[in-house]
């Protein structure tokens, strides 16, 4: 909706390891796909004010030898109007958009109001709860959309598994329903923790051989993963 729709910025809430940095990495191929430019993503955790502003350059093609913060500021603006004059638009993901300083924020908050109405830019961005002031008061101004990203569901949790194998290039692992239900009971339905616990019975099955997950390898995946056994054990 927000990719087609050329809104304005959007944004993943949720708690931390549900996917919210997965969902993004997730939307860059439909992205690029929509919109007709190459998507960027950008981790606002290692972004100071100049930094964002380097990576932005970066990603919009701004000639390297344009070094100066200003004139790199200048020539994104550039860019994207030169967007919205062709009927184009860019899609930017920042990802832990509420781990970013006191000063990326006031950039985020410049590049939507220099292309309001132009319908050139459209942010997308992950954030934990809870949402800091500042982000707050972006989001009051600015903001469209907002969806919470929860923990998986029992019922979601065979669709999450098999996916995060398949991914792994594993399409043969035979997970009983047994097991996939000891998966969501210790990784409290987690997306993270789940793909860690995969990736430990993949390793686990690929060195025994065995083609069946059993409740009692997903029980010594996790105690790879304490922390989660104290909570959800």
Not at 152 to 175: H, I, K, M, Q, W
Not at 208 to 229: C, F, K, S
């Amino acid at each position: 909706y927000l990719i087609l729709d050329r809104r304005p910025l959007g944004i993943v809430t949720g708690p931390n390891g549900v996917g919210k940095s997965r969902l993004l990495r997730s939307l860059l191929a439909p992205g690029r796909r929509i919109s007709g430019s190459p998507p960027l993503l950008i981790d606002m955790t290692v972004a100071s004010g100049h930094d964002l502003i380097r990576q932005l350059a970066d990603g919009l093609a701004v000639p390297p030898h344009v070094t100066d913060p200003w004139e790199q500021w200048r020539a994104v603006v550039d860019r994207l109007s030169g967007l919205a004059d062709c009927r184009q638009s860019q899609v930017i993901f920042l990802d832990h958009l509420d781990a970013a300083g006191d000063a990326p924020l006031p950039i985020v908050r410049s590049l939507l109001n220099t292309t309001a109405g132009r319908r050139a830019l459209t942010i997308i961005a992950a954030a934990r709860r809870p949402i800091p002031e500042q982000l707050q008061s972006l989001l009051a101004d600015c903001g469209t959309v907002r969806i919470e990203h929860g923990l998986l569901r029992t019922n979601d949790t065979p669709a999450f598994v098999r996916s995060s194998l398949n991914a792994a290039g594993c399409n043969e692992l035979e997970v009983p329903e047994t097991a996939i239900r000891e998966l969501h009971r210790l990784s409290g339905g987690q997306p993270r923790q789940l793909d860690r616990l995969c990736e430990l019975l993949l390793l686990a099955t690929t060195i025994d051989g065995v083609p069946t997950v059993t409740d009692e390898m997903i029980r010594a995946a996790a105690n790879e993963l304490p922390e989660r056994l104290t909570t959800y054990a």
